[in-house]
T-cell receptor, first 113, second 109 residues
């Protein structure tokens, strides 16, 4: 996806280990979001950021933390991964304008075994 | 009851058919988005609407703010239109999106 990349694309990790997912944008957009997508659910917001060092919780934030030290990078950390955090994680960016949509990353498929 | 409801959940049609996917919401919104997610997983923004109607190629999106309802239409459907179509509304009390569960569309040749 133009202007936004997620890494890694796939990861398998063991229960109890820390995991960090990275979202990098080149669009200089103010807002960045982390979502998870699970079968039977719509996208669910984990955390979002409205500027450098400005972050807030979404609807499913338990077990996750985020950091945004630069405009272009938004990191999602699972401090101690659990099997319930097996999911596909999407990063998205948007401007603060009403007239522009959202751009999504390609997703990270995380499996916690 | 979910704040954003899509119907149908699943839709299978023959190539060439006119497709309609519906989205109803129960909150005040500043904008409504239609997105497409292909089997490979990538999510693409199709439309953002705050009123009226938008058209892009064979895709048409309409919104009725008073009725809190939006429709996505696909004319002359093609197997490559097979995807999950997702409706999301931007709440007018904050800038977060409230997501529908998606409509899985399969177009058979």
């Amino acid at each position: 996806d133009a202007g936004i990349t997620q890494s890694p694309r796939h990861k398998v990790t063991e229960t109890g280990t820390p995991v960090t997912l990275r979202c990098h944008q080149t669009e200089n957009h103010r807002y960045m979001y982390w979502y998870r997508q699970d079968p039977g659910h719509g996208l669910r917001l984990i955390h979002y950021s409205y500027g450098v060092k400005d972050t807030d919780k979404g609807e499913v934030s338990d077990g996750y933390s985020v950091s945004r030290s630069k405009t272009e990078d938004f990191l999602l950390t699972l401090e101690s991964a659990t099997s319930s955090q097996t999911s596909v994680y999407f990063c998205a960016i948007s401007t603060d304008s009403e007239f522009y949509g959202y751009t999504f990353g390609s997703g990270t498929r995380l499996t916690v075994v | 009851k979910n704040e954003v409801e899509q119907s149908p959940q699943n839709l299978t049609a023959q190539e060439g058919e006119f497709i309609t996917i519906n989205c109803s919401y129960s909150v005040g919104i500043s904008a409504l988005h239609w997105l497409q997610q292909h089997p490979g997983g990538g999510i693409v923004s199709l439309f953002m609407l705050s009123s009226g109607k938008k058209k892009h190629g064979r895709l048409i999106a309409t919104i009725n703010i008073q009725e809190k309802h939006s429709s996505l239409h696909i004319t002359a459907s093609h197997p490559r239109d097979s995807a999950v179509y997702i409706c999301a509304v931007r709440s007018d009390s904050n800038y977060q999106l409230i997501w529908g569960a998606g409509t899985k569309l399969i177009i058979k040749p």
